[in-house]
């Protein structure tokens, strides 16, 4: 019942027909930058009947992300929901952008951009993660050969957000002011 789309199709599709886009990356994610008259349902906390209810009956829904990979799985979930659904007519369609929002980006398609808006937490991550190895690692170099320990406890911090998907980091980093 859900369908691959590249960003070219997506763009002719939305001049022939209207579609209802749900972006399913973060808020922060969505304020950076979305496609104009994307509607937000983060994945995190996606619920199929609520996007339907926003949209309405014989709808033509088009699921984003960033890459592609959250959003072909909230599409299997809202395809799966409007089969189940008795009041949602046969004619609904769902599409999952591949590629997600870099593919749009890529294929020169207009995004609406918050340049003000804060970076991404995974970003903010990383920008810190780099800042805290290359700051330990010459201070153990130039100062003090005991700084090799902060390189060491980010490397390990690392590692296990690699092997877990916890990210001690990005949930401090979400609880800042200018994330929320």
């Not at 060491?152 to 994330?179: D, E, H, R």
């Amino acid at each position: 019942m859900i369908r691959n789309i590249d960003a070219k199709e997506l763009r002719a599709l939305l001049t022939r027909e209207a579609v209802f886009l749900v972006d399913v990356r973060e808020a922060s994610e969505y304020r950076r930058e979305h496609i104009d008259g994307a509607h937000l349902f983060p994945s995190s906390e996606f619920n199929p009947g609520a996007v339907l209810k926003a949209a309405g009956k014989e709808t033509t829904f088009c699921v984003y992300c960033a890459s592609g990979g959250r959003s072909s799985k909230a599409g299997e979930s809202l395809a799966q929901a409007i089969t189940q659904a008795s009041d949602v007519a046969g004619n609904a369609k769902v599409y999952n952008l591949v590629g997600g929002m870099s593919a749009w980006r890529m294929a020169g398609c207009l995004v609406v951009e918050d340049k003000k808006a804060p970076l991404p937490i995974i970003r903010q991550v990383h920008l810190i993660a780099s800042t805290l190895i290359i700051g330990g690692s010459l201070l153990s170099r130039f100062y003090h050969c005991n700084f090799i320990l902060v390189p060491i406890f980010v490397g390990c911090g690392l590692f296990v957000s690699g092997a877990t998907g916890f990210c001690g980091m990005a949930l401090l980093l979400q609880k800042l002011p200018y994330n929320r």
